[in-house]
């Protein structure tokens, strides 16, 4: 796929990278939200080659597009992308989740370059990109907001707050990324509540609504275009069908859980199997 501000490495190689460097962290750790990790990757690669418009060096550039995680605990992917765009040091991915380490457990704003909002109170993440967005549009900043938030935040009451008043105040410049992964803590997100299909939810707040396979590259670059390109006053939703742990089988096979097991012996088997399908 094109890479339009970086070289000519694949956007598919670009995921692979991030995959492989969120493994590693959850090595060094012994732990970490890999499932997550890994079924984001091709989101994260997209967004960060492709769509937004940043500059690795200078990752407080007022006219950046602001990427907010709304979702805490997948800080691990984050890192894995920001360690790939150059925004932060590749060696500091070894410190992942230790005392005075910039790359916390769960995504902190004043610790990390690049890691926009304290996320991990779920259901918050959308709102403040709202507000974002409007300062944004005040101030005639032609900046985009990303938010990327996750199916359980679909379930807070907070997250359709934000969702009505971002149509009432015509943001057309706020950007919603659900990875819908079909995971919450305590089971499926589409049992956990009486779900009508999300994507018409949305559309009946007054969205611009598109769903499309979270790891199909060609269809997550098709999406994130259209969203940017569609004019008008609409905000924008994306829902993204992802697989946890994508891209290892064993993992991807294994009961999917919130937070997927992953056995001390089986890092370095996890990251075999990664290296085993690694594209061009
Ligand atoms: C307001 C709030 N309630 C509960 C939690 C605890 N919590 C942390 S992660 C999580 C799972 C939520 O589902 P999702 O974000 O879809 O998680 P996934 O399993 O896909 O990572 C919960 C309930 C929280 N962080 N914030
Ligand atoms: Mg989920």
């Not at 940043?54 to 007022?62: G, K, M, S």
């Not at 991990?120 to 032609?142: E, F, T, W, Y």
């Not at 943001?171 to 009486?194: H, P, R, S, W, Y």
Request: hydrophobic share 40%; with cysteine.
């Amino acid at each position: 796929m094109d890479n339009r501000r970086f070289d000519n490495m694949s956007l598919e190689r670009r995921a692979w990278n991030i995959r492989r460097k969120a493994l590693r962290m959850g090595e060094v750790q012994g732990q970490g939200y890999i499932g997550q990790a890994l079924g984001i990757a091709d989101v994260l690669a997209a967004s960060f080659f492709h769509a937004l418009n940043h500059r690795p060096d200078d990752p407080e550039w007022e006219g950046r597009d602001r990427f907010l995680l709304s979702i805490g605990h997948y800080a691990i992917a984050l890192y894995a992308a920001l360690i790939e765009a150059g925004i932060l040091p590749e060696d500091e991915l070894e410190t992942y989740g230790m005392d005075d380490s910039r790359m916390p457990m769960s995504g902190m704003a004043s610790y990390t370059p690049g890691m926009e909002i304290t996320g991990g109170s779920l259901g918050h993440g959308l709102g403040i990109a709202v507000g974002m967005a409007m300062g944004l549009k005040r101030k005639d900043n032609p900046a985009f907001v990303y938010n990327l938030m996750s199916d359980g935040e679909l379930g807070e009451g907070s997250t359709w707050e934000a969702a009505m008043s971002a149509v009432q105040h015509g943001l057309g410049n706020l950007i919603c990324l659900v990875d819908f992964n079909d995971q919450q803590a305590d089971g499926k997100a589409t049992e956990a509540l009486a779900r009508v299909p999300e994507e018409g939810k949305w559309a009946a707040f007054g969205w611009h609504t598109q769903r499309v396979d979270g790891n199909d590259m060609a269809a997550v670059v098709a999406a994130l275009d259209a969203a940017r390109a569609e004019p008008g006053d609409r905000p924008r939703v994306i829902i993204f069908d992802t697989l946890m742990c994508k891209g290892v089988d064993f993992l991807e096979a294994r009961e999917s859980a919130h937070f997927v097991r992953v056995d001390p012996d089986e890092w370095a088997r996890a990251l075999e199997t990664l290296d085993a399908g690694m594209p061009e």
